[in-house]
T-cell receptor, first 113, second 114 residues
């Protein structure tokens, strides 16, 4: 158990809908990263937050948004969903300091039908 | 451009054999390099982490090497087991405005056959 909790584990929704994925980082970790992994693909970096502030942005679509709350948990919002958004979405957390490790949650499997 | 390239893309070996996975990177500045193991449908789990001054680090049957001059790393798996079947991901991090920036390789998919 990495200490990073993602909910829900599975999500099935229809095209055009909006969903929210939640991530609770390890206790004390200030950095949260979101990644998308489509079938048989590598991890694609979406966005990073550090202590509530957006720090880095990857290939995140405009239909997607995220935020990190004062209690450090984070939410990834996906809207106007398309079939191609079906993927595993991973959250990782780290203390945020250099040379520290990132720990991954078990992911949320999103299926858009 | 900061990049991490892994080879081979996929690999099939027989149980009990050894194998070596490669990672080349162009990330600069450099903080550390990590190897993760990702079982299908699960989150990546860290195997090793090495900083600039470390040349080799072992974790059981996994041994990682780092040549910071040539910006190359390898992950050697000894006496492979069926449970080693997974994707192995090389991740390089570097400071960016005082925070860690992680650059992921695409991974090597390893299949160990009996």
């Amino acid at each position: 158990d990495s200490g990073v909790t993602q909910t829900p584990k599975h999500l099935i929704t229809a095209t055009g809908q909006r969903v929210t994925l939640r991530c609770s980082p390890r206790s004390g970790d200030l950095s949260v990263y979101w990644y998308q992994q489509s079938l048989d693909q590598g991890l694609q970096f979406l966005i990073q937050y550090y202590n509530g502030e957006e720090r880095a942005k990857g290939n995140i679509l405009e239909r997607f948004s995220a935020q990190q709350f004062p209690d450090l948990h984070s939410e990834l919002n996906l809207s106007s969903l398309e079939l191609g958004d079906s993927a595993l979405y991973f959250c990782a957390s780290s203390p945020g300091r250099l040379n520290t490790e990132a720990f991954f949650g078990q992911g949320t499997r999103l299926t858009v039908v | 451009k900061n990049q991490v390239e892994q080879s081979p893309q996929s690999l099939i070996i027989l149980e009990g054999k050894n194998c070596t996975l490669q990672c080349n990177y162009t990330v600069s500045p450099f903080s550390n390099l990590r190897w993760y193991k990702q079982d299908t449908g699960r989150g990546p789990v860290s195997l090793t982490i090495m900083t600039f001054s470390e040349n080799t680090k072992s974790n059981g049957r996994y041994t990682a090497t780092l040549d910071a001059d040539t910006k190359q790393s390898s992950l050697h798996i000894t006496a492979s087991q069926l449970s080693d079947s997974a994707s192995y991901i090389c991740v390089v991090s570097g400071p960016s405005g005082g925070y860690n920036k992680l650059i992921f390789g695409a991974g090597t998919r390893l299949a160990v056959h009996p």
